[in-house]
C-alpha cells in the first residue's frame, strides 16, 4: 500500500504581509547594526576606544624608556667620571670643597 504525501503549499503573502514582514527585516537589521556597533565591550565603538588607549599607552611607554636610558647613562656617569659627580653635587645639591666659602650678591627684596 502506497500513500501519497500530501504537499503543503504556503500561501502567497498579500501585500499587506510582505510590507509586515518587509518592516520587521528592516528592523532586525537596524537593531543588529545598532548593536554590533555600540555593544558592551565588545563593539566597533568600545573597540576603536580600546585602539586609542593602547596607542597612548605605548607613547608613553615609549617616552618611559628613553627616560630610562638617560637615566642609565646618568647613573653611568655618575659612578665613572669624578668631575660630573664634582658638578651635580655642586649645582643640585649646594655641596662645597673643603675651606670653601660661598658669597651671595644677589640683590634681596625689601618689604
Not at 636610558?69 to 668631575?83: A, F, G, S, T, V
Request: charged share 30%; hydrophobic share 40%; no cysteine.
Amino acid at each position: 500500500m502506497v500513500t501519497k504525501q500530501k504537499k503543503f503549499r504556503t500561501p502567497p503573502l498579500s501585500g499587506l504581509q510582505r510590507n509586515q514582514l518587509l518592516r520587521l527585516s528592516l528592523v532586525i537589521a537596524i537593531l543588529s547594526l545598532v548593536w554590533l556597533v555600540f555593544a558592551p565591550g565588545s563593539g566597533l565603538y568600545h573597540l576603536r576606544q580600546q585602539n586609542k588607549h593602547l596607542a597612548a599607552l605605548v607613547a608613553e611607554q615609549e617616552t618611559l624608556q628613553q627616560q630610562n636610558r638617560e637615566m642609565k647613562q646618568d647613573i653611568e656617569r655618575l659612578q665613572n667620571d669624578k668631575e660630573y659627580l664634582e658638578q651635580v653635587a655642586r649645582e643640585k645639591h649646594g655641596m662645597l670643597k673643603e675651606n670653601e666659602m660661598v658669597f651671595d650678591f644677589a640683590k634681596k627684596n625689601k618689604k
